[in-house]
T-cell receptor
Framework: AQSVTQLDSQVPVFEEAPVELRCNYS??????LFWYVQYPNQGLQLLLK??????LVKGINGFEAEFNKSQTSFHLRKPSVHISDTAEYFC????????????FGKGTMLLVSP | NAGVMQNPRHLVRRRGQEARLRCSPM?????VYWYRQLPEEGLKFMVY????????ESGMPKERFSAEFPKEGPSILRIQQVVRGDSAAYFC???????????FGPGTRLTVT
């Protein structure tokens, strides 16, 4: 079984400040890792994913995340946020083999203010 | 290439009625997943289907819920005799065979009054 913990339900930040959204996971097997963004009343859009290789993954909209196997973490970062980054961010994991249902964290609401 | 399509986007049902949610996967995608998002919660897996087959329904409530993905047409998530606790956003995702990435639709927001 897998689980995902997003430690912060809400992260307020000022525009142009850096931000880190935390994600820890638990799994007895190796996993793929994902970050999705959900704008109000919309579906989920994939920001980035870690499948293998370099542990630093770059995604869309200037976001990046680093996979840390020893700490079972996959924190999302952006050096300078915009008002338009205000949204809910979900971390998710899936197994490697066969089909890949996603296990999601509860989400972190990023609130960017001027 | 159109994305994953879901309809209706919003659905209001009275307690005891039936709700039918439709999902058309992306072209070339034969795998469909349904997830439910309750208020203040992340998405929870419900069911995984391939054409004409239910592969994994471990996340489906045992009663009143069913899903299908026929040879022709969209995937349908059906909820019979809805109750207020069924109010949620229901998301469909699709993927091609052998690909780990799922593409999500805009969701159907079900409100039970």
């Amino acid at each position: 079984a897998q689980s995902v913990t997003q430690l912060d339900s809400q992260v307020p930040v000022f525009e142009e400040a850096p931000v880190e959204l935390r994600c820890n996971y638990s799994s007895s097997v190796s996993v793929y890792l994902f970050w999705y963004v959900q704008y109000p009343n919309q579906g989920l859009q994939l920001l980035l994913k870690y499948l293998s290789g370099s542990t630093l993954v770059k995604g869309i909209n200037g976001f990046e995340a680093e996979f840390n196997k020893s700490q079972t973490s996959f924190h999302l970062r952006k050096p300078s946020v915009h008002i338009s980054d205000t949204a809910e961010y979900f971390c998710a994991v899936s197994g490697l083999s066969g089909y890949s249902t996603l296990t999601f964290g509860k989400g972190t609401m990023l609130l960017v203010s001027p | 290439n159109a994305g994953v399509m879901q309809n209706p986007r919003h659905l209001v049902r009275r307690r005891g009625q039936e709700a039918r949610l439709r999902c058309s996967p992306m072209k070339g995608h034969s795998h469909v997943y349904w997830y439910r998002q309750l208020p203040e919660e992340g998405l929870k897996f419900m069911v995984y289907l391939q054409k004409e087959n239910i592969i994994d329904e471990s996340g489906m409530p045992k009663e009143r819920f069913s899903a299908e993905f026929p040879k022709e047409g969209p995937s349908i998530l059906r909820i019979q005799q809805v109750v207020r606790g069924d109010s949620a956003a229901y998301f469909c995702a699709s993927s091609p065979p052998g690909n780990s990435e799922q593409y999500f639709g805009p969701g159907t927001r079900l409100t039970v009054t």
